[in-house]
């Protein structure tokens, strides 16, 4: 698989954990008990994709000419 690809499926994951982790709030009462645990665990995927992202675009997304 080529490096956008990696980069847009990793980005739909994180995507999703943002959503998963800022949807918990509201639907769980007692998520403040777990948010940090359950925060760490998706802020993983969130940094990785978007860090690979930037790194991706710094390196590659240039206009060429």
Do not use: H, Q
């Amino acid at each position: 698989a080529s490096t956008p690809t990696v980069i847009g499926v990793l980005l739909l994951i994180g995507g999703a954990c943002y959503v998963a982790s800022n949807t918990a709030v509201i639907l769980f009462p007692g998520y403040n008990y777990y948010r940090a645990t359950v925060d760490l665990w998706l802020g993983i995927p969130m940094a990785v994709s978007e860090v690979w992202m930037a790194i991706w675009l710094v390196a590659r997304g240039g206009k060429k000419g």
